[in-house]
């Protein structure tokens, strides 16, 4: 019976020494060198990593997610936290869905590629698309810019708003096609992230003025401090001169 009990207080005492010492805990020296948590630079950023939920294209948390924090290049950090400086002069924040993402994670989108059989989130992420095209199509790719940990998935919200939790949608475009629509009280730029469809391409004609003036605001907030934009998806920048233009990384998001 005293051996039961010294062993409770033992794991309860190791318990509290966790705490006071903050070893339970990841610190910014558990990344590789150059890599910093975003919140550890800017903490007023917004951070909802959707690949760490089942809030995503592959209806589950992804490979290599194993915390909801954004990590990132130092570099890709402190130019971020001069665009939200920016932004927030002009009344808006910024919200990240997602920055470094391991190489792991991308394995999984290309074996989710290949799984016709499971097509649980199509309506609300690919409706218009076979899954099997999604790496030719440009809306992923098998070696990703976020890998190298300078790219991040970002849009805007206004300044005295909140994020809440995703509600379900749909809303005609301009050509009359019906698309879904994932509102988490962001600003609306026409197509929610991560819907692969040609209204999420910058400068789509297919949507009106006013969200082709909120892509731009972000777009223009982004390539004034160096990032560059991707063609295809109005969410997604990556630093330009970014510190590892050549190496993908695969450690966790832990």
Same mark, same amino acid.
């Given at each position: 019976?005293?051996?039961?009990f010294?062993?409770y *207080?033992?794991?309860?005492?190791?318990?509290?020494?966790?705490?006071?010492?903050?070893?339970?805990?990841?610190?910014?020296?558990? *990344? $590789?060198?150059?890599?910093?948590?975003?919140?550890?630079?800017d @903490?007023?950023?917004?951070?909802? +990593?959707?690949?760490?939920?089942n809030?995503?294209?592959?209806?589950?948390?992804?490979?290599g997610?194993?915390?909801?924090?954004?990590?990132?290049?130092?570099?890709?950090?402190?130019?971020?936290?001069?665009?939200?400086?920016d932004l927030?002069?002009?009344? =808006?924040? *910024?919200?990240?869905?997602?920055?470094?993402r @391991?190489?792991?994670?991308v394995n999984?989108?290309?074996?989710? /590629?290949?799984?016709?059989?499971?097509?649980?989130?199509?309506?609300?992420?690919?409706?218009?698309?076979?899954?099997r095209?999604?790496?030719?199509?440009?809306y992923?790719?098998?070696?990703? +810019? &976020?890998?190298?940990g +300078?790219t991040?998935?970002?849009?805007?919200?206004?300044?005295n708003?909140t994020?809440?939790?995703?509600?379900y +949608?749909?809303?005609?475009?301009?050509k009359?096609?019906?698309? $879904?629509?994932?509102?988490?009280?962001?600003v609306?730029?026409?197509?929610?992230?991560?819907?692969? &469809?040609?209204?999420? &391409?910058?400068?789509?004609?297919?949507?009106? /003025?006013?969200?082709?003036?909120?892509?731009?605001?972000l777009?223009? /907030?982004?390539?004034? &401090?160096?990032?560059?934009?991707?063609?295809e998806?109005?969410?997604h920048y990556t630093?330009?001169?970014?510190?590892y233009p050549?190496?993908? =990384?695969?450690?966790?998001?832990?």
């Open positions: 019976m005293r051996s039961v010294s062993k *207080l033992i794991r309860n005492f190791l318990g509290v020494l966790l705490l006071i010492t903050g070893c339970g805990h990841q610190s910014v020296n558990d *990344l $590789p060198e150059g890599f910093v948590y975003l919140t550890d630079v @903490p007023s950023i917004i951070e909802h +990593s959707r690949y760490a939920t809030e995503n294209f592959l209806n589950k948390p992804v490979e997610y194993q915390n909801k924090r954004v990590i990132c290049t130092k570099e890709a950090a402190n130019k971020l936290k001069l665009v939200h400086a927030k002069l002009q009344g =808006f924040k *910024l919200v990240v869905y997602d920055g470094y @391991p190489q792991r994670a999984e989108f290309m074996s989710w /590629s290949k799984d016709i059989n499971d097509q649980a989130a199509k309506p609300y992420y690919y409706p218009t698309i076979d899954k095209n999604v790496f030719k199509l440009g992923v790719c098998e070696k990703s +810019s &976020h890998s190298r +300078s991040f998935d970002l849009t805007l919200i206004k300044i708003e994020l809440k939790p995703i509600s +949608s749909t809303k005609a475009i301009k009359g096609e019906i698309i $879904p629509i994932l509102d988490d009280n962001t609306d730029m026409g197509s929610s992230f991560d819907l692969f &469809h040609e209204v999420s &391409h910058h400068d789509s004609p297919l949507v009106n /003025s006013e969200q082709t003036k909120m892509r731009n605001l777009r223009n /907030s982004m390539k004034n &401090h160096g990032f560059k934009d991707y063609q998806e109005w969410w630093l330009g001169n970014e510190p050549n190496t993908y =990384f695969d450690f966790p998001v832990n």
